[in-house]
């Protein structure tokens, strides 16, 4: 077990939170404050943050759409340099953070922003960021991944940057009373995935590492059982908590990591535009059976010691679906509106982006994405 861990990032969790802002950031600064399609506004988190920081200089930007776009943030880009921004606050989920850690760092690039996402160049510099959480799911508030879109071709990639670490993140669950059920679903489902990418690998000795994931995951299954409490303070608050530890890489840390569902994943978001989370949903059941024989013994520790399922693999990979089933969200690909080429349109994207072996022996090939993928569609 060897590692190198580092999280820079505060965190001020709570009700009421949000009014830390205005010493969270120094007045001196000029801040671009970075939303979505303006749900902040219906839910009093935008009054929120307009209070704190009354006595900063600040601008706005908005209509960051889910899976961001180079297209839509080079737009922020502009404001930025403009306008001399200093601070950058990412209010909202996952998309406008990541969003804006790409922000933060074309911002001060001289070149195309996207080669941060395509890998010809790596970050070298960024503006500060801050984070206040509107929408758990990703963890993207307190590590270092950025994902982003580009509308133009398809593509959706990600990149890891340790100046992409937001010095700060406000959660406030009282903030996701108003989401869909769809959202907090998706949310839960999320946690889940990053969870198993860190554990559904082959055993380890690491005891922390194990009992930690095994922790989330009894969370996560028993938020699913209560779905029915969705609206409460305490359903709520342990979604946001169990969300942002999910990824933030703790759990990761000196085991060996899978990803190969969100790399199949990525692609299926970026041509027929399934939320990210659904994307994994109707990946991972299936990738489970066809990488078995790898992943055997983490699936049976999985079921022993967090489902309580005993020398019964495919029942633990039923249960995981009957998880993401109880949140409202399908396992089956075929319940979405996709073409026949699908099985083409993931492979040639994965090859023109160098995934052709992917997981944590490397082993999962072309052919099996497309075994999965059909196993997903039937």
């Known amino acids: 077990m060897e590692f190198s861990y580092h999280n820079p990032t505060a965190i001020e969790f709570g009700v009421g939170q949000i009014k830390k802002l205005s010493n969270l950031i120094d007045k001196k600064q000029k801040v671009l404050v970075v939303y979505g399609g303006g749900s902040i506004k219906n839910n009093g988190v935008y009054d ?20 961001p776009t180079i297209e839509t943030m080079n737009k922020a880009v502009k404001i930025v ?36 996402l395509d890998g010809s160049a790596e970050v070298k510099k960024a503006l500060p960021l801050g984070v206040v959480l509107t929408l758990a799911a990703t963890g993207s508030e307190s590590n270092h991944l950025t994902v982003l879109s ?14 992409s670490y937001p010095q700060f993140a406000i959660m406030d669950p009282s903030v996701m009373a108003t989401l869909s059920d769809r959202q907090l679903g998706n949310g839960l489902v999320d946690a889940f995935v990053h969870t198993s ?22 969370g996560l299954v028993k938020l699913a059982n209560t779905w029915e409490e969705r609206r409460t303070h305490t359903w709520l608050e342990n979604l946001m908590h169990i969300a942002n530890q999910a990824l933030n890489f703790q759990i990761g840390a000196g085991v060996p990591q899978d990803w190969s569902t969100h790399l199949i994943g990525h692609e299926l978001t970026a041509y027929y535009n399934l939320d990210h989370a659904r994307s994994l949903a109707v990946v991972q059941p299936y990738l489970l059976e066809v990488m078995h024989e790898d992943k055997k013994e983490k699936i049976a520790q999985l079921g022993e010691n967090v489902f309580g399922i005993s020398n019964d693999n495919k029942a633990v990979i039923k249960a995981i679906e009957d998880v993401y089933n109880k949140v409202g969200v399908p396992t089956k690909l075929s319940e979405y509106v996709i073409d026949d080429k699908v099985i083409e349109n993931v492979s040639s994207a994965l090859t023109k982006n160098g995934y052709t072996a992917m997981g944590e022996n490397g082993n999962i090939t072309l052919d099996k994405v497309a075994t999965i993928l059909t196993m997903s569609m039937k």
Request: proline share 2%.
């Open 48 to 67: 929120q943050v307009t209070k704190a920081l009354e006595n900063h200089e600040y601008l706005e930007f908005s209509g960051v759409e889910p899976n």
């Open 81 to 116: 340099r403009e306008e001399k921004i200093d601070f950058v606050l990412a209010v909202g989920g996952g998309s406008v953070i990541d969003g804006c850690k790409y922000l933060v760092a074309a911002s001060l690039y001289d070149g195309d922003g996207w080669d941060f």
């Open 150 to 163: 580009k509308k133009e071709t398809d593509e959706k990639r990600m990149y890891f940057s340790n100046h």
């Open 197 to 218: 990418e860190q554990y559904i690998t082959h055993p380890t000795s690491t005891l922390v590492n194990d009992g930690y994931a095994e922790t989330l995951f009894r």
